[in-house]
Nanobody, 120 residues
Framework: QVRLVESGGGLVQAGGSLRLSCAAS????????MAWYRQAPGKLRDLVAS???????TYVDSVKGRFTISRDGANNSVFLQMDSVKPEDTAVYYC??????????????WGQGIQVTVSS
């Protein structure tokens, strides 16, 4: 079945950079949208950035100008370049994709989450 695997998380100092990657595998016919969510301690899971098949990105206001989402449709991958990170960015980041598997209806798929910790 379809699986999403994130990589690239870890510990980084405030002002530094980090690049998250997520790759989907399985019998995939089409990926409609790709997105990154995050859940900080004591907070709900929130949308950080999303990108459509035409490469149009959207961002939550708190990361505009600092984060960049991009996609590689040929490799079923989505990336989040995190620059000028802040301690407030500390969270578990989740990759999400709306995927149409071969022979099945589209549905949302999630990675297991990856920790990003920003130290001050």
């Amino acid at each position: 079945q379809v699986r999403l695997v994130e990589s690239g998380g870890g510990l980084v100092q405030a002002g530094g950079s980090l690049r998250l990657s997520c790759a989907a595998s399985g019998d995939i016919f089409r990926i409609k949208t790709m997105a990154w969510y995050r859940q900080a301690p004591g907070k709900l899971r929130d949308l950080v950035a999303s990108i459509f098949r035409d490469d149009t990105p959207t961002y939550v206001d708190s990361v505009k100008g600092r984060f960049t989402i991009s996609r590689d449709g040929a490799n079923n991958s989505v990336f989040l370049q995190m620059d000028s990170v802040k301690p407030e960015d500390t969270a578990v980041y989740y990759c999400q994709m709306n995927i149409m598997p071969n022979g099945l209806s589209p549905d949302d798929y999630w990675g297991q989450g990856i920790q990003v910790t920003v130290s001050s």
